[in-house]
Every structure is written in structure tokens, then in C-alpha cells.
Nanobody, 121 residues
């Protein structure tokens, strides 16, 4: 069974920083994507940042230049460094991945349980 576990959320003042971590465990052959999503109260879940298997990254416009996604292939982990945080970044942040558990196997989507990030003004 694959599990994704986030850590690093919390309460921070506007302008501050937080670093989220996501650790994947279980039998994993390869990661197609390593993602961070967020969901604010009353809003739809949205993609914040993505790192592809080849290493390229994508960010939503509102976090470009403030957030940085990175990964550690040895640890099967990825991170979201969030700087210059704003109150509108307040949300539950989820890590997610499309991955293969075996060579030639299906690509499946997995989610972490979420971690709360609250930015006070």
C-alpha cells in the first residue's frame, strides 16, 4: 500500500515562510508527478505546484516567485518552500502523486491527508 504523509503546516504571519514536506512510503517504481494542491474553505481544490519526472516544474500564477517545489528522489519525498506568505494562501495543503508501483503497471493517483496552513494578517 502506498501512503503519502505531509508535514510542516502551521500558523505564520503574513510575509513569513513555511516548508511543507511529503513523504511517500510503500513499493513505488516511479513517480510521474509530484504535486501540491490546496483547498480553502468554500473553494475548490487547486493545483499549486507540480514537479514532473524529468524535473520540470509548474506553478499557479498566484504563487509564482514565492513558492518553490523540490524533491529528494532517494527519500521518495518532495517539498514546498513557501515564502512571502499572504493571508490568501490560507488553506489545507495536500500532496499528491501519479505513480507506478511496478514497471509497466498502471499509473494511479494518491493523496496525502492534508496539512493546515494559516497565514494571519
Amino acid at each position: 500500500q502506498v501512503q503519502l504523509v505531509e508535514s510542516g503546516g502551521g500558523l505564520v504571519q503574513a510575509g513569513g515562510s513555511l516548508r511543507l514536506s511529503c513523504a511517500a512510503s510503500g513499493i513505488i517504481f516511479s513517480f510521474n508527478t509530484m504535486d501540491w494542491y490546496r483547498q480553502a474553505p468554500g473553494k475548490q481544490r487547486e493545483l499549486v505546484a507540480r514537479i514532473l519526472s524529468g524535473g520540470s516544474t509548474n506553478y499557479r500564477d498566484s504563487v509564482q516567485g514565492r513558492f518553490t517545489i523540490s524533491r529528494d528522489n532517494v527519500k521518495n519525498a518532495w517539498y514546498l518552500q513557501m515564502d512571502s506568505l499572504k493571508p490568501e494562501d490560507t488553506a489545507v495543503y495536500y500532496c499528491s502523486s501519479r505513480l507506478q508501483r511496478a514497471y509497466g503497471g498502471p499509473v494511479s493517483l494518491y493523496w496525502g491527508q492534508g496539512t493546515q496552513v494559516t497565514v494571519s494578517s
